[in-house]
């Protein structure tokens, strides 16, 4: 399941979403699309890159667990001490880069968003982070 980008706005929701494969989904009137898992991700990450305002954030579905029960991209850090970005929606990333001053840190962040989430507007606040403190 999935949400909406318009629905947390003003503006009319469609009445259904088509899928990668053509399938269509209805939209319920809370904004919610009721669509496998492997969908709803692809949904969503596809508004993100759409949406300005709309973060791709965690779905609530348990496809990624491995056997033994966890997430693998649940690790608390994108690697040694920096932070997951895929724990982080893209407001807390920002608020997380103004103490990152380290140029490797700040590729090795947007490597694990590239290779996660891959949202447009997280990307593009690492990006603007390295731009500040390579020039400085």
């Given amino acids: 399941m999935v949400r909406h980008p318009l629905a947390d706005t003003d503006a009319d929701l469609p009445a259904a979403v088509t899928a990668p ?3 269509n989904y209805d939209v319920a009137a809370d904004g919610t699309v009721d669509a ?3 969908v ?3 949904l969503a990450r ?3 890159g759409r949406y300005d305002h709309y973060e791709a954030g965690d779905l609530g579905t348990d496809a990624d667990d491995d056997a033994d029960g966890t997430d693998a ?3 608390d ?4 001490d920096l932070p997951n970005p895929k724990q982080l929606t893209v407001s807390e990333l920002r608020e997380t880069l103004k103490s990152i ?3 490797d840190d700040l590729r090795t962040l947007r490597d694990a968003e590239e290779n996660g989430q891959n949202r447009r507007t997280a990307v593009d606040a690492i990006e ?9």
């Fill in 36 to 38: 496998p898992t492997e």
């Fill in 21 to 23: 494969d053509g399938t």
């Fill in 128 to 136: 603007g982070r390295l731009a500040t403190v390579t020039e400085g």
């Fill in 46 to 48: 596809r508004w993100a």
């Fill in 73 to 75: 991209d649940d690790a």
């Fill in 77 to 80: 850090t994108a690697d040694g």
């Fill in 40 to 42: 709803s991700r692809e």
């Fill in 101 to 103: 001053t380290d140029p």
